[in-house]
């Protein structure tokens, strides 16, 4: 492979219910997944991928916001975020934050999955014409 990519890892208390919430209410593909019930699996959606990865029965360590105030789990940069936060919407994703504009200029939304991580879709400002 060529091309380096990563992939977030995130520790889930249930695998499969997290699946779910990716697949049904975030439009992720299921790329693959180990264990019935689903102990770890990958999803993904245009060209980004995700780790979901059960914690064993074990304390989950939790969402980046319980260790810093402003702070998300996961970082996607987009287009046309107004129309995805309308589609997370309409399938019941749980929308911590609509579309706003940052002092950086980006349009941002933020939705939650079932273990409080936060994943922010993020979509830079149009190039200005000289």
């Known amino acids: 492979m060529d091309d380096w990519r990563v992939t977030p890892v995130l520790i889930v208390r249930d695998a499969a219910d997290s699946l779910a919430y990716y697949r049904d209410c975030l439009q992720f593909d299921v790329i693959g997944k180990l264990g019935s019930p689903a102990e770890m699996a990958f999803v993904g959606r245009r060209g980004i991928q995700i ?3 059960g914690a064993e029965g074990r304390p989950t360590p939790g969402p980046n916001h319980r260790y ?63």
């Open 51 to 53: 780790m979901l990865q």
């Open 68 to 130: 810093k105030s402003v702070a998300w789990d996961v970082l996607v940069g987009v287009r046309d975020v107004r129309a995805l936060h309308a589609e997370f919407a309409e399938r019941g994703a749980k929308i911590r934050a609509g579309p706003h504009v940052t002092f950086y200029g980006h349009t941002e939304i933020e939705v939650a999955d079932p273990d409080d991580h936060v994943i922010c879709f993020s979509e830079p400002p149009a190039p200005r014409e000289r």
